[in-house]
């Protein structure tokens, strides 16, 4: 039998109703209350949580946001205030049309001005011990050498095209020359106040009014400005055909490379207003590789200067924060620096193509930090720097004073032995041999006797002549073969040759600049757009309707380079020849006719034999404002004590730093 069968009970459906005594629903907020309460009451525990921390978030973001909003609103506030207020005068901006160069605070003023020392580093910067000096090497005179040692308001426009533009890798830089005396030297330098505020400007010498060609060069700046400040304001480089800018260390290149440019020419309104970037906008305190020689030459070079032509501290400061984020590049076992260091992190390393460093670039950095060193009193930027002069100069691997291109950072030692040129990667390394002693008051023998056995190398190894003009040139060697090839850079031999005998060297270095120069004239006036390639070839057999210049077809761009007008620069303050400005004339007309941008610029072209289509790069590299047009000024120039050849000594980016007093 089944057991009978279990249903379930019947299903009871019902209705709840809740009786109010006295009171109906009538959507109060207080019977909005009471059912809030009782939803919440009937939420778990973790629900609860989860809403109470979300309610704090939204509440510490609201606070964070009015604060914010508070601290901006009062900045515009206090800016528009400033602005009602009169302006004060930047310390040392006085340049007037026609300029007037201030003499800088540490150099050897004008005569019968007294020296005042130089400053010494503020509190929040590192420094050494309060009285450290510094004392340039003293070096016994050999008798031929001491024969020479004894002569003597607005913004910049919105008009940014941002763009993701890939870092460039800007090709090598050549180098520059001049020299002069006046500063007071590091052993002699008196202690200052660490607080003690920059001095007022001094001038020189009031220069002659402007003349025509002058002007021309300040109209070129000023449109290649144009450019600058309107498309690429605060970047590394204009690039002018498409408007926008291209990077490379992210600091400003081109500002700051113009800034002693902006001085000399007389531009006070682009000055004041690229010194307020420089005090607002620029930081180094970040992730970026930089080069060490292209940024010391550009970055510390330019502060260095302009800081000496204006008096105003805020250059030096930040020419003393900018050098101490590049020491850690000589932080190697052989202290021969590596390429490239990072200024935020302090980290430094090698090419990525090679573990070497090129010998130019290691070499060429010293008159900069030397003059920190003299200028804060802190050794460490010298001392870093003379190790490795002295490491290159007791290396073997010579050859009659020339050296190779490449040096290993670990070994201390030349690689890629047997091949020599002035050009790339070795050129500024003879530049600076002679600069250094200049320098120095004319002290450190060795390095002038570096260089003189360099030149007198040059002429046993590398000098030729061409046809069928018998243009005197300097070629290559490598592994005893020669090669009649050379690089526009080598146009910076000329001026350094004529800046030697300028200092008391023998009469046959300004025979052989006057021929290298005729060479580098040449080399421009022989090309179709008057603008001469990156690299020439010489003809060294006569041949029928060949021209004593050729050129590859991979080696006919411009990059607006200095060299040919810097030495045009020195040749003219040397002898006085008028053809020197003509030659200079006839290259800035030729750049507006064939690298002028008209909605603002200068572009570097890649076709110097075809003027109706020159190819424009869409470039116009830093060093065309702060090396270019400031030579062609100076050329012009009817005032030779504008920046004098005997107080001044340029670095290899034209920038003017004094030369130190003798004891």
Same mark, same amino acid.
């Given at each position: 039998?089944?057991?009978?069968?279990?249903?379930?009970?019947?299903?009871?459906?019902?209705?709840?109703?809740?009786?109010?005594?006295?009171?109906?629903?009538?959507?109060?907020?207080?019977?909005?209350?009471?059912?809030?309460?009782?939803?919440?009451?009937?939420?778990?525990?973790?629900?609860?949580?989860?809403?109470?921390?979300?309610?704090?978030?939204?509440?510490?973001?609201?606070?964070?946001?009015?604060?914010?909003?508070?601290?901006?609103?009062?900045?515009?506030?206090?800016?528009?205030?400033?602005?009602?207020?009169?302006?004060?005068?930047?310390?040392?901006?006085?340049?007037?049309?026609?300029?007037?160069?201030?003499?800088?605070?540490?150099?050897?003023?004008?005569?019968?001005?007294?020296?005042?020392?130089?400053?010494?580093?503020?509190?929040?910067?590192?420094?050494?011990?309060?009285?450290?000096?510094?004392?340039?090497?003293?070096?016994?005179?050999?008798?031929?050498?001491?024969?020479?040692?004894?002569?003597?308001?607005?913004? %910049?426009?919105?008009?940014?095209?941002?763009?993701?533009?890939?870092?460039?890798?800007?090709?090598?830089?050549?180098?520059?020359?001049?020299?002069?005396?006046?500063?007071?030297?590091?052993?002699?330098?008196?202690?200052?106040?660490?607080?003690?505020?920059?001095?007022?400007?001094?001038?020189?010498?009031?220069?002659?009014?402007?003349?025509?060609?002058?002007?021309?060069?300040?109209?070129?700046?000023?449109?290649?400005?144009?450019?600058?400040?309107?498309?690429?304001?605060?970047?590394?480089?204009?690039?002018?055909?498409?408007?926008?800018?291209?990077?490379?260390?992210?600091?400003? #290149?081109?500002?700051?490379?113009?800034?002693?440019?902006?001085? /000399?020419?007389?531009?006070?309104?682009?000055?004041?207003?690229?010194?307020?970037?420089?005090?607002?906008?620029?930081?180094?305190?970040?992730?970026?590789?930089?080069?060490?020689?292209?940024?010391?030459?550009?970055?510390?070079?330019?502060? #260095?200067?302009?800081?000496?032509?204006?008096?105003?501290?805020?250059?030096?400061?930040?020419?003393?924060?900018?050098?101490?984020?590049?020491?850690?590049?000589?932080?190697?076992?052989?202290?021969?620096?590596?390429?490239?260091?990072?200024?935020?992190?302090?980290?430094?390393?090698?090419?990525?193509?090679?573990?070497?460093?090129?010998?130019?670039?290691?070499?060429?950095?010293?008159?900069?930090?030397?003059?920190?060193?003299?200028?804060?009193?802190?050794?460490?930027?010298?001392?870093?720097?003379?190790?490795?002069?002295?490491?290159?100069?007791? #290396?073997?691997?010579?050859?009659?004073? #020339?050296?190779?291109?490449?040096?290993?950072?670990?070994?201390?030692?030349?690689?890629?032995?047997?091949?020599?040129?002035?050009?790339?990667?070795?050129?500024?390394?003879?530049?600076?041999?002679?600069?250094?002693? /200049?320098?120095?008051?004319?002290?450190?023998?060795?390095?002038?006797?570096?260089?003189?056995?360099?030149?007198?190398?040059?002429?046993?190894?590398?000098?030729?002549?061409?046809?069928?003009?018998?243009?005197?040139?300097?070629?290559?060697?490598?592994?005893?073969?020669?090669?009649?090839?050379?690089?526009?850079?080598?146009?910076?031999?000329?001026?350094?040759?004529?800046?030697?005998?300028?200092?008391?060297?023998?009469?046959?270095?300004?025979?052989?600049?006057?021929?290298?120069?005729?060479?580098?004239?040449?080399?421009?006036?022989?090309?179709?757009?008057?603008?001469?390639?990156?690299?020439?070839?010489?003809?060294?057999? %006569?041949?029928?309707?060949?021209?004593?210049?050729?050129?590859?077809?991979?080696?006919?761009?411009?990059?607006?380079?200095?060299?040919?007008?810097?030495?045009?620069?020195?040749?003219?303050?040397?002898?006085?020849?008028?053809?020197?400005?003509?030659?200079?004339?006839?290259?800035?007309?030729?750049?507006?006719?064939?690298?002028?941008?008209?909605?603002?610029?200068?572009?570097? /072209?890649?076709?110097?034999?075809?003027?109706?289509? %020159?190819?424009?790069?869409?470039?116009?590299?830093?060093?065309?404002?702060?090396?270019?047009?400031?030579?062609?000024?100076?050329?012009?120039?009817?005032?030779?004590?504008?920046?004098?050849?005997?107080?001044?000594?340029?670095?290899?980016?034209?920038?003017?730093?004094?030369?130190?007093?003798?004891?």
């Amino acid at each position: 039998m089944y057991p009978p069968s279990l249903q379930p009970p019947p299903h009871r459906d019902f209705i709840s109703v809740t009786l109010s005594l006295g009171e109906n629903y009538d959507n109060s907020k207080g019977w909005r209350r009471r059912s809030c309460w009782r939803k919440w009451k009937q939420l778990s525990r973790l629900q609860r949580n989860v809403l109470l921390l979300l309610l704090a978030f939204l509440i510490i973001c609201g606070l964070l946001s009015y604060m914010n909003t508070t601290h901006h609103w009062k900045a515009l506030s206090g800016r528009s205030s400033e602005k009602q207020k009169p302006r004060p005068d930047i310390p040392g901006l006085k340049p007037v049309n026609p300029p007037v160069l201030p003499a800088p605070q540490t150099a050897g003023a004008a005569q019968g001005l007294p020296e005042i020392p130089p400053q010494k580093p503020r509190k929040h910067s590192r420094r050494g011990p309060p009285s450290l000096q510094i004392r340039a090497p003293d070096k016994d005179s050999k008798d031929r050498i001491q024969d020479w040692v004894e002569q003597e308001r607005e913004e %910049p426009g919105n008009a940014h095209k941002e763009e993701n533009s890939q870092r460039t890798v800007i090709s090598w830089r050549g180098a520059v020359i001049e020299h002069e005396q006046g500063t007071e030297s590091p052993s002699r330098r008196a202690d200052v106040p660490t607080n003690r505020p920059a001095p007022e400007s001094r001038t020189q010498k009031a220069s002659a009014p402007l003349n025509k060609r002058q002007k021309a060069v300040v109209e070129a700046f000023r449109h290649a400005w144009k450019g600058y400040r309107k498309y690429a304001w605060g970047h590394d480089e204009l690039r002018p055909l498409s408007k926008s800018f291209g990077e490379w260390f992210g600091l400003g #290149l081109t500002l700051v490379d113009a800034l002693d440019t902006m001085w /000399i020419l007389g531009l006070t309104k682009e000055f004041e207003e690229a010194r307020k970037w420089v005090s607002q906008k620029l930081q180094f305190q970040k992730d970026v590789d930089v080069n060490l020689f292209e940024s010391t030459i550009r970055i510390l070079g330019g502060l #260095l200067s302009t800081y000496h032509l204006t008096g105003d501290s805020l250059f030096l400061e930040k020419a003393k924060d900018f050098g101490n984020r590049l020491l850690p590049a000589f932080k190697t076992p052989s202290k021969i620096p590596f390429s490239d260091v990072n200024i935020g992190t302090g980290i430094a390393h090698p090419p990525r193509w090679t573990s070497d460093s090129t010998v130019a670039e290691v070499t060429s950095i010293q008159l900069e930090f030397r003059e920190l060193s003299r200028l804060t009193g802190n050794e460490k930027f010298q001392e870093a720097v003379v190790e490795v002069t002295q490491r290159v100069h007791s #290396l073997s691997g010579k050859k009659d004073g #020339l050296v190779p291109m490449f040096i290993n950072t670990h070994s201390g030692h030349f690689t890629h032995l047997g091949v020599y040129t002035l050009g790339a990667r070795a050129d500024s390394y003879y530049e600076y041999l002679l600069k250094q002693w /200049i320098q120095g008051g004319k002290k450190e023998t060795q390095l002038l006797e570096d260089y003189v056995e360099a030149i007198e190398g040059v002429k046993t190894h590398l000098l030729r002549s061409s046809e069928p003009s018998k243009l005197t040139f300097v070629g290559e060697l490598a592994h005893g073969r020669f090669s009649a090839k050379m690089d526009h850079l080598v146009c910076f031999l000329p001026g350094t040759l004529a800046l030697g005998a300028h200092h008391g060297l023998p009469a046959e270095h300004m025979d052989l600049a006057k021929a290298l120069m005729e060479t580098c004239y040449q080399m421009n006036r022989q090309m179709k757009t008057g603008l001469s390639p990156e690299i020439a070839h010489f003809n060294m057999v %006569p041949q029928e309707g060949h021209q004593d210049v050729e050129v590859k077809p991979a080696d006919r761009h411009n990059l607006l380079r200095p060299e040919t007008v810097e030495s045009l620069f020195y040749l003219h303050r040397c002898t006085g020849d008028s053809k020197y400005r003509d030659w200079g004339w006839e290259i800035l007309q030729s750049f507006n006719t064939y690298t002028r941008v008209p909605t603002g610029g200068y572009s570097s /072209i890649n076709n110097v034999q075809d003027p109706q289509n %020159p190819d424009p790069r869409d470039k116009m590299e830093s060093f065309f404002l702060g090396e270019t047009l400031k030579y062609l000024f100076l050329l012009f120039s009817d005032n030779a004590d504008l920046l004098s050849l005997d107080t001044y000594v340029f670095n290899t980016e034209a920038h003017p730093l004094p030369i130190w007093t003798p004891s």
